[in-house]
T-cell receptor
Framework: GAVVSQHPSWVICKSGTSVKIECRSL??????MFWYRQFPKQSLMLMATSNEGSKATYEQGVEKDKFLINHASLTLSTLTVTSAHPEDSSFYIC???????????FGPGTRLTVL | KQEVTQIPAALSVPEGENLVLNCSFT??????LQWFRQDPGKGLTSLLLIQSSQREQTSGRLNASLDKSSGRSTLYIAASQPGDSATYLCAVRSMDSSYKLIFGSGTRLLVRP
């Protein structure tokens, strides 16, 4: 199956700093990428949908100025958590799909801990 | 607004049992439904993908069915093994321009040796 990678797999940062998470589709062109966050023992919450070359569409309640998403190429999307605070600590997972309602493939996730 | 529900929330069974996980969704206008497995602290592994025009999909000991009109899907696991212990998530692909994948809350499965 298709492979999606995320980097880093885990990161610890100080409160007030910014953290960038990369999501790459390794063997297919991902016209659409989705970013999710997951709290312990809870399901995935969709944060935003990004289409290559256009601005991301954020879900209600997600601050677009805090969670900056860039989808500059068909194989790379980045999520930047700006001025991170302890409440931003979570498991962030990206997913990618080819054009249309094709299967969605998930990255391994990035665990962010903000001290 | 599409809502996806999974029951039970948790399930503990002895090894060897056959079991059924349930998923229901409120809006039948979907492109497809996917079942995923998630191990603690890990990402998601896709198990089965059922297109809206299909009734079921099978992979090894797993069988997933889809009844779009009633908004239900089941995941059947035959002869369960301790290695099957994980959280199982179902998700539907919405039939709008964003093709969003909406997740249920998951079923935590424990298969006891």
């Amino acid at each position: 199956g298709a492979v999606v990678s995320q980097h880093p797999s885990w990161v610890i940062c100080k409160s007030g700093t910014s953290v960038k998470i990369e999501c790459r589709s390794l063997d297919f062109q991902a016209t659409t990428m989705f970013w999710y966050r997951q709290f312990p023992k809870q399901s995935l919450m969709l944060m935003a949908t990004s289409n290559e070359g256009s601005k991301a569409t954020y879900e209600q309640g997600v601050e677009k100025d805090k969670f900056l998403i860039n989808h500059a190429s068909l194989t790379l999307s980045t999520l930047t958590v700006t001025s991170a605070h302890p409440e931003d600590s979570s498991f962030y997972i990206c997913s990618a799909s080819s054009p249309g309602p094709a299967a969605v493939y998930f990255g391994p996730g990035t665990r962010l801990t903000v001290l | 607004k599409q809502e996806v529900t999974q029951i039970p929330a948790a399930l503990s069974v002895p090894e060897g049992e056959n079991l059924v996980l349930n998923c229901s969704f409120t809006d039948s206008a979907i492109y497809n439904l996917q079942w995923f497995r998630q191990d603690p602290g890990k990402g998601l592994t896709s198990l089965l993908l059922i297109q809206s025009s299909q009734r079921e999909q099978t992979s090894g000991r797993l069988n997933a069915s889809l009844d779009k009109s009633s908004g239900r899907s089941t995941l059947y696991i035959a002869a369960s093994q301790p290695g099957d212990s994980a959280t199982y998530l179902c998700a539907v692909r919405s039939m709008d321009s964003s093709y969003k994948l909406i997740f249920g809350s998951g079923t935590r499965l424990l298969v006891r040796p």
